[in-house]
């Protein structure tokens, strides 16, 4: 699908898609065309349900007189300027509208004078945050299976403002398609190694990219990480990115650090067949690390950034760890590793020592499917969100409001922290019960930060859906890189670069 930003000029052909505000209130042009076509929007409005409610919609059928083969009212509600996510919303809804209804070229008409750019902007991004689909393994589609809409222009004034306020948008929105394409990517397709080599495209944006092998793990002592990879026949990796944006360039980076299991088993403690296909999108943490620093390195924000995977497949065989095995993390700590199935814990312990020694970052923020106790606590809804910190869960609390991507906030505590403790090791992997699943999963991190603030987002209920949202079709929904990004603009960038 292209997007376009053109002169309001009303086409002759395709769909016109016209706002209407809350109580059924036509605009000023929607009026004149109404009246050009003898009352056919009004009609059609009136034999209708439409109430012009943010995200409804009302297609009119070849309306008398006005050239189009179809009028499509969006209900805009209250039509807030500064409502950003509105027009977000209303741009989804236009393309799965329209894609449902087999048109294949639009116009959306913009006809707010103040803030008419910026509101196309945001309707452009909608659009095509809600266009995305993974379909390269679908050979045998018929043409009337596949979406429809080609081109939609915005009809706007300040085109030139328009323009530019999108191109941010759309690197945003590259970052969110790059991640929701690895998380589609079955796991024989993206295993630790290919996933890292996927990574190294970000070079071209200017993110220096590093992997290191099991060797390099191991001479750092990442007994953990490795522990959980060696029962596959894919090597495990850690992907290290940086990307220095700052005019400062020894300006302390905020770092990110991701779960990267490429698919997950159980392990020895393996898990049942049914469902466990969902296991490839284990690496949905990775996966939002990789696209998030792809939305940051192509609108080139002024920032140092530090994008961490932490690759393994965790499989069953004659050299996989074993239950009640005791493996040493990087830093210095042994772990009993109880369930082998509690393994994205086991990565992020050394993936998260290595990144808080190495690049000593003002904050770190982990990214995880890590339990499925969050799903039974907050559906997906929102994300789990844990912190040591209450200026950066604030912050994060907030952005996540912004963009949608929403997030609460989970407690930790010296009593759940103390369920982890082991008799043979000084840390368990699981702490034995049901209970608090996520928050023992996330006290258990919490022993492997140092002093510096951190927050870890559990993101096993929203990394992937089954059902479509205004700017997110079902399937792996890129969660955590416009959080991420919204979070990073809103607090630590000075300012964009031209
Ligand atoms: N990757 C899973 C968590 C998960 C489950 C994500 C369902 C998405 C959907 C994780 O590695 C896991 O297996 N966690 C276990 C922990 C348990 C063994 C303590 C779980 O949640 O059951
Ligand atoms: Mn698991
Ligand atoms: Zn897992």
Request: with cysteine.
């Amino acid at each position: 699908m292209k997007i376009k930003f053109v002169p309001p000029r009303l086409p002759r052909t395709g769909t016109l898609v016209l706002f209407v505000g809350e109580g059924r209130k036509l605009s000023p042009q929607g009026g004149q065309l109404d009246k050009r076509s003898g009352k056919a929007l009004t009609r059609a409005l009136d034999a209708s349900r439409f109430k012009g409610k943010a995200e409804e919609t009302l297609a009119i059928l070849a309306p008398a007189k006005l050239g189009v083969g179809r009028v499509l009212l969006v209900g805009a509600g209250k039509a807030d300027p500064a409502d950003r996510a509105l027009w977000q919303h209303c741009g989804g809804v236009i393309v799965a509208a329209l894609n449902g209804a087999g048109e294949s070229e639009a116009a959306v008409l913009v006809e707010t004078k103040d803030r008419g750019a910026e509101i196309a902007a945001h309707i452009a991004y909608g659009a095509r945050l809600r266009s995305y689909r993974f379909d390269k393994y679908r050979t045998k589609e018929k043409s009337d299976q596949k979406p429809s809409l080609k081109t939609l222009s915005i009809l706007v004034d300040d085109l030139n403002t328009a323009r530019r306020r999108y191109v941010p948008l759309d690197r945003i929105a590259d970052g969110v398609f790059f991640t929701r394409d690895l998380v589609s990517e079955p796991a024989n397709v993206i295993y630790p190694e290919s996933l890292a080599e996927r990574a190294r495209e970000l070079t071209k944006l200017g993110v220096e990219v590093e992997v290191l092998d099991e060797k390099k793990m191991a001479a750092l002592g990442m007994g953990a990480l490795l522990g959980v990879g060696q029962g596959s026949a894919r090597q495990p990796r850690l992907l290290v990115m940086q990307w220095h944006g700052a005019d400062d360039k020894k300006q302390a980076p905020v770092a990110f650090v991701g779960k990267g299991i490429t698919f997950d088993t159980g392990g020895i403690s393996i898990k049942p067949a049914a469902g466990m296909e969902d296991m490839k999108w284990d690496m949905g943490g990775a996966g939002a690390v990789i696209g998030l620093m792809l939305a940051l390195a192509g609108r080139n924000a002024k920032i140092n950034v530090v994008g961490i995977g932490a690759l393994a497949e965790n499989m069953p065989s004659g050299t996989a760890q074993r239950p009640g095995d005791i493996v040493k993390s990087m830093s210095g700590q042994t772990i009993e590793v109880l369930n082998t199935d509690a393994e994205g814990r086991l990565v992020l312990a050394d993936a998260l020592w290595y990144c808080q020694n190495r690049f000593k970052p003002r904050l770190m923020i982990d990214l995880a499917t890590l339990t499925g106790a969050i799903i039974i606590a907050l559906g997906h809804e929102h994300a789990g969100l844990y912190s040591n910190d209450e200026k950066l869960a604030e912050q994060l609390m907030a952005s996540g409001k912004v963009t949608g991507e929403t997030l609460w906030r989970m407690p930790l505590g010296e009593a759940y922290n103390k369920l982890m403790d082991s008799d043979a090791a000084d840390v368990k992997n699981i702490s034995g019960s049901r209970d608090a699943g996520s928050v023992t999963a996330a006290t258990f991190l919490e022993r492997f930060v140092n002093k510096v603030p951190w927050a870890h987002l559990d993101i096993a209920g929203t990394a992937w859906a089954t059902k479509d949202k205004p700017n997110v079709p079902k399937g792996a929904t890129g969660f955590g890189v416009r959080l991420l990004n919204r979070f990073v603009r809103d607090n630590y960038e000075t300012a964009e670069r031209k």
